[in-house]
Antibody, heavy 116, light 107 residues
Framework: QVQLVQSGAEVKKTGASVNISCKASGYTFTSYAMHWVRQAPGQRLEWMGWINAGNGDTKYSQNFQGRVTITRDSSARTAYMELSSLRSEDTAVYYC?????????WGQGTLVTVSS | DIQMTQSPSSLSASVGDRVTITCRAS??????LAWFQQKPGKAPKSLIY???SLQSGVPSKFSGSGAGTDFTLTISSLQPEDFATYYC?????????FGGGTKVEIK
């Protein structure tokens, strides 16, 4: 069965970067894109970007002003999302989800807490 | 960016009720709309894609309809496990955007 397992919770200082991993199993990793979505407390889901796991092409939301970088390691069946220049407003649960358009399978989420 | 507006933002219903949730896009999105269910502390779960196609494994009590700017999600007979927050999402254009959610609570 398809599974996406994300790395554990992170606590970061303002201005730092965070890197979250998403390990896939149960399907051909390179056949699907992986996208990243976050959810701040009490807020709606917010799309961040996606990566074509086959060729590495990426698409990002301009709302993050170049702070997001998504990569993948096909041999490890893992996608990564790095968010830099962290602010308190980046405190949220971050999800990976399979596909480039709508997520048919989601990771369990990774809580990132940003404080000064 | 395409704005997605859901209504109502919350509703109270009883087990067995038929529930309808509406999602409106700020511009036409054809049928590029998905619906998700999210329970507290859990990841969203895909229910519907392409406005009306049921995701594999999702019970047929869930149905979706609409095209263009107006869409609905219907739960034909609400069960205890259906109490959750429901979100719509458009994937017609970037950035992908989500509605604000509809919380379905027990009356």
């Amino acid at each position: 069965q398809v599974q996406l397992v994300q790395s554990g919770a992170e606590v970061k200082k303002t201005g730092a970067s965070v890197n979250i991993s998403c390990k896939a199993s149960g399907y051909t990793f390179t056949s699907y894109a992986m996208h990243w979505v976050r959810q701040a407390p009490g807020q709606r889901l917010e799309w961040m970007g996606w990566i074509n796991a086959g060729n590495g092409d990426t698409k990002y939301s301009q709302n993050f002003q170049g702070r997001v970088t998504i990569t993948r390691d096909s041999s490890a069946r893992t996608a990564y999302m790095e968010l830099s220049s962290l602010r308190s407003e980046d405190t949220a649960v971050y999800y990976c989800a399979r596909r480039h358009d709508y997520g048919d399978y989601w990771g369990q989420g990774t809580l990132v807490t940003v404080s000064s | 960016d395409i704005q997605m507006t859901q209504s109502p933002s919350s509703l109270s219903a009883s087990v067995g009720d038929r529930v309808t949730i509406t999602c409106r896009a700020s511009q036409g999105i054809s049928n590029y709309l998905a619906w998700f269910q999210q329970k507290p502390g859990k990841a969203p779960k895909s229910l519907i894609y392409a406005a009306s196609s049921l995701q594999s494994g999702v019970p047929s009590k869930f149905s979706g309809s609409g095209a263009g700017t107006d869409f609905t999600l219907t739960i034909s007979s609400l069960q205890p496990e259906d109490f959750a927050t429901y979100y719509c999402q458009q994937y017609n254009s970037y950035p992908l955007t989500f509605g604000g959610g509809t919380k379905v609570e027990i009356k």
